[in-house]
């Protein structure tokens, strides 16, 4: 079965820093790859999904992430913060066939807080 | 109108109460599911439908149960509820492909 691992529940940075957000996946199939944030009282929207095509994956609001094979990772980075990214964000996985095809299975989450 | 619908959004019941909530979308889509999060656990899958005809039990699916009542309905019902059930609960749905998921916006659910 697949499964996501995010290292970190709460990352911090600065506005205008790096932010860096760490999801490694285990998959016995090539995987599906989705980052998704939620904001305060609000549900979950997706930022980014990686689907076999490029590696670089390019989102929403900045966010990229890099599909790393042989480091089974899949973090997630926006070059400068702002004080609107802070939420929290799930890493989340599915594989291409089988019976939990399309079936996400979800990371514990980081909350992001940014710093004025 | 939302693509996903959840009501209610905030609910108190008591323990022993049958409670259910309910979902609804205009996405079209086949796959419906119901997720529960909880503080540093993520989203944990209850109970998943990838047709009217097809429902699956999910990684948590003890003390709840589900209706498909059509292709835009899912409801999620809990028989008996304890306290330890507290916490949001999402409907999301999904197409045929791997293209992710569109979310409602949550029900928060509080057991006393």
């Known amino acids: 079965a697949q499964s996501v691992t995010q290292l970190g529940s709460h990352v911090s940075v600065s506005e205008g820093a790096l932010v860096l957000l760490r999801c490694n996946y285990s998959?016995?199939?090539?995987?599906?790859l989705f980052w998704y944030v939620q904001y305060p009282n609000q549900g979950l929207q997706l930022l980014l999904k990686y689907t076999s095509a490029a590696t670089l994956v390019k989102g929403i609001n900045g966010f990229e992430a890099e599909f790393k094979k042989s480091e089974t990772s899949f973090h997630l980075t926006k070059p400068s913060a702002h004080m609107s990214d802070a939420a929290e964000y799930f890493c989340a996985v599915s594989v291409a066939g089988g019976t939990s095809y399309g079936k996400l299975t979800f990371g514990q989450g980081t909350i992001l807080t940014v710093h004025p | 109108d939302a693509d996903v619908t959840q009501t209610p959004r905030n609910r108190i019941t008591k323990t022993g109460k049958r409670i259910m909530l309910e979902c609804s979308q205009t996405?079209?889509?086949?796959?419906m599911y119901w997720y529960r999060q909880d503080p540093g656990l993520g989203l944990r899958l209850i109970y998943y439908s990838f047709d009217v005809k097809d429902i699956n039990k999910g990684e948590i699916s003890d003390g709840y149960s589900v209706s498909r009542q059509a292709q835009a309905k899912f409801s999620l019902s809990l028989e008996s509820a304890i306290p330890n059930q507290t916490a949001l609960y999402f409907c999301a749905t999904s197409g045929q492909g791997n293209y992710g998921y569109t979310f409602g916006s949550g029900t928060r659910l509080t057991v006393v």
């Open positions: 998959s016995s199939v090539p995987p599906y």
């Open positions: 996405k079209g889509h086949d796959r």
